[in-house]
């Protein structure tokens, strides 16, 4: 960021409109960049919808999964959200469920030779 003279008025100014304090707040800011895991589970979280959502069958769903995912992003509430598209509770839970479920099955371990499974 640029350095910036300024005369009394314009620090006056600046006060009166709590200017001073947004630019001290944005140049004292530190940001922390994310860790190689972190960097590993998004590019996973992005990658599955590719993967498993790419039938025809299935756009609906991927639609809903995209939805949830940019809400949640913008922090949107999802029960405004759903009237608004003139859907029930039910729909998003059900995409949020078969999300899991994917996830689930992607994520949890083969059974072991000789295991007994129900």
Do not use: C
Not at 1 to 8: E, G, K, R, S, T
Not at 13 to 22: F, G, H, I, V
Not at 60 to 86: E, I, P, S, T
């Amino acid at each position: 960021m640029p350095i910036y003279l300024y005369d009394q008025a314009d620090l006056n100014a600046q006060l009166e409109t709590y200017e001073l304090d947004r630019l001290a707040r944005t140049r004292n800011r530190v940001r922390i960049l994310p860790s190689p895991a972190e960097i590993e589970r998004m590019e996973e979280a992005l990658y599955w919808p590719s993967a498993y959502l790419s039938g025809r069958e299935f756009s609906h769903l991927a639609r809903a999964v995209n939805l949830g995912a940019l809400w949640a992003a913008f922090d949107v509430d999802l029960d405004k959200a759903v009237k608004r598209l003139k859907a029930d509770a039910a729909d998003l839970q059900r995409a949020q469920a078969a999300r899991s479920a994917h996830h689930r099955a992607r994520t949890d371990p083969p059974p072991r030779a000789g295991a007994v499974t129900a």
